[in-house]
């Protein structure tokens, strides 16, 4: 079955660094782009980053470009986001995702989510 299966969450102080991993399974990775949503509580999921299919394009919300890095090894099924200088507004469930397009049709795909705490 489809599988997206998000680890590397913690607890981490502010002005510190976490890399999230999402690892893939029953689908063909390489034809997916991929991103990465984070809920706050009581706040909508927002999208925090996404990569083409090829790794070639990235693109990130403002609140996070310059601190936050995506990125994916096709060869392993999984996607990376490099989180750098978090901020305690960074807490929040991170969710990897998987889309793929087809003529007017959209597949998406989502994993469980992890938590992200950033305090002192």
């Known amino acids: 079955q489809v599988q997206l299966v998000e680890s590397g969450g913690g607890l981490v102080q502010p002005g510190g660094s976490l890399r999230l991993s999402c690892a893939a399974s029953?689908?063909?990775?390489?034809?997916?782009?991929m991103s990465w949503y984070r809920q706050a509580p009581g706040k909508e999921r927002d999208l925090v980053a996404t990569i083409t299919t090829t790794g070639a394009s990235t693109h990130y919300a403002d609140s996070v470009k310059g601190r936050f890095t995506i990125s994916r090894r096709n060869a392993a099924n999984t996607v990376y986001l490099q989180m750098n200088s978090l901020e305690p507004e960074d807490t929040a469930v991170y969710y990897c995702?998987?889309?793929?397009?087809?003529?007017?049709?959209?597949?998406?795909?989502w994993g469980q989510g992890t938590q992200v705490t950033v305090s002192s």
């Open positions: 029953g689908f063909t990775f390489s034809n997916y782009a």
């Open positions: 995702k998987a889309t793929v397009y087809a003529g007017f049709s959209r597949s998406e795909y």
